[in-house]
């Protein structure tokens, strides 16, 4: 028969245990856990123009701070793409609970396996190595007239149409962002 004290730390451990899951899942999955902060989500959907007409995709979506924005100001159709299961609870919860939830698709599993070719905007805040693996999809998927924003990190190689030093978001135009072809040799 469990005691009162007995409980108690079986509660304790298993709030440090989901906490601990909470911080560290995501640095395995491959891009740590932080959302990204209000003003810096207004200037990702003020720079790509994001209206009720776009698809928005965030690849690591965490727990909504941007596709539930976009969703409910813009209008827009948005896609939350997030590997890590605890997070993806709290996304369907927002998208249950919340206002324009109906707009939301929440698609738990790994964005380096998405089809992005419908989108219209595709936000990311990852790390290098994650932008790095994504240039090579970003340049065989995307449709011309699609904007990426990012926060933080730069497409590597990539021409950015502004970046905003405040905010540090990059907004790329595809295919304006396509690196120059290196000269021929000889
Ligand atoms: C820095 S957070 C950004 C969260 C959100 N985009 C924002 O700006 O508030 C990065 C997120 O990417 C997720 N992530 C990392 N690797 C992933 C992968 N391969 N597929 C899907 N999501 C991934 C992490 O679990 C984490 O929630």
Redesign the pocket.
């Known amino acids: 028969m469990l005691t009162q004290n007995d409980a108690l730390f079986v509660l304790a451990v298993g709030a440090l245990v989901g906490a601990a899951y909470f911080m560290f899942?995501?640095f395995i999955?491959?891009?740590?856990?932080?959302?990204?902060p209000r003003a810096?989500?207004t200037r990702m959907l003020d720079d790509a123009q994001v209206a009720s007409t776009d698809r928005l995709v965030?690849?690591?979506?965490?727990?909504?701070?941007?596709?539930f924005r976009a969703a409910r100001e813009r209008g827009a159709r948005a896609v939350a793409?997030?590997?890590?299961p605890f997070?993806i609870g709290i996304l369907r919860l927002r998208r249950r609970f919340g206002r324009a939830g109906d707009r939301v698709e929440i698609r738990w599993?790994?964005?380096?396996?998405?089809d992005l070719r419908a989108a219209d905007v595709v936000?990311?805040?990852?790390?290098p190595g994650?932008m790095l693996r994504l240039r090579s999809v970003f340049e065989t998927q995307l449709k011309a007239g699609s904007r990426v924003v990012s926060?933080w990190h730069p497409v590597p190689g990539w021409k950015a149409h502004s970046y905003d030093e405040t905010t540090r978001v990059y907004l790329y135009r595809w295919p304006e962002a396509r690196p120059d072809p290196s000269p021929s040799a000889g």
Do not use: C, K, N
């Open positions: 899942a995501s999955f491959g891009a740590g856990y932080q959302p990204a810096v989500v965030d690849l690591g979506a965490g727990t909504g701070a941007i596709v793409v997030e590997i890590d997070r599993g790994d964005m380096f396996r998405l936000a990311v805040f990852l790390w994650a926060h």
